[in-house]
């Protein structure tokens, strides 16, 4: 299995601002996933995060509204942008082991105010 | 549309029972099959993954696959209350660049 930590853990925030959620994995991996999951939901993918290429995003998630960073195979941030309060949810990322399993992090819980 | 589908439940098992989860999915091409748990307020944690035709045990867990049918099942045996949880079944994509297809997640009440 694989460690994998995200920060913050929660956070409040206001509408119009920011927020930068990191994910460092204790391993090199070539694909780390970003997530969202709304409570009682499953989860829907925002994005791939492969090393040294852009991201590559699903369909209604923009690079405008979630910036992507993934400088080395165990770091990458995912950025809400100009928020509202339908962006809040829980963001996950997850990284791609063998056979395609994934890993989670623990989650990050945004509330936007 | 590739698709995953799972009975969203809730499944209510008495303990010490089998709890029996199910999951269908459409992509005839998908060879890699997961199942995950996840608490209320946690993260997914992988738990089986199967990946050719028949049985794979692992403790009280039994993860069954049928490509034919295209259905994979969990089976928990000897159910425990702290296994009450969501449990998300995941499928690779055959052309979705190693992204998994999530289904909608049973919920799982162990009865005491």
């Known amino acids: 299995s694989a460690v994998i930590s995200q920060k913050p853990s929660r956070d409040i925030c206001q509408r119009g601002t920011s927020l930068t959620i990191q994910c460092q994995v204790d391993?090199?991996?070539?694909?780390m996933f970003w997530y969202r999951q709304q409570p009682g939901q499953s989860l829907t993918l925002i994005a791939t995060?492969?090393?040294?290429?852009?991201?590559?995003?699903e369909s209604g998630f923009v690079i405008d509204k979630f910036p992507i960073s993934r400088p080395n195979l165990t770091f990458s941030t995912l950025t809400v942008s100009n928020m509202s309060p339908e962006d809040s949810s829980i963001y996950l990322c997850?990284?791609?082991?063998?056979?395609?399993?994934?890993?989670f992090g623990p989650g990050t819980r945004l509330t936007v105010t | 549309q590739k698709e995953v589908e799972q009975n969203s439940g809730p499944l209510s098992v008495p303990e010490g029972a089998i709890a029996s989860l199910n999951c269908t999915y459409s992509?005839?091409?998908?060879?890699?099959f997961f199942w995950y748990r996840q608490y209320s307020g946690k993260s997914p944690e992988l738990i089986m993954s199967?990946?050719s035709n028949g049985d794979k045990e692992d403790g009280r867990f039994t993860a069954q696959l049928n490509k034919a049918s295209q259905y994979v099942s969990l089976l928990i045996r000897d159910s425990q209350p702290s296994d009450s949880a969501t449990y998300l079944c995941?499928?690779?994509?055959?052309?979705?660049?190693?992204?998994?297809?999530w289904g909608a997640g049973t919920k799982l009440i162990i009865k005491p």
């Open positions: 997850s990284a791609k082991y063998l056979h395609y399993e994934q890993y």
């Open positions: 391993s090199q991996v070539t694909m």
């Open positions: 995060a492969n090393q040294g290429s852009e991201a590559t995003y």
């Open positions: 992509d005839r091409g998908s060879q890699s």
């Open positions: 199967i990946y």
């Open positions: 995941a499928v690779n994509g055959a052309d979705s660049n190693y992204q998994l297809i």
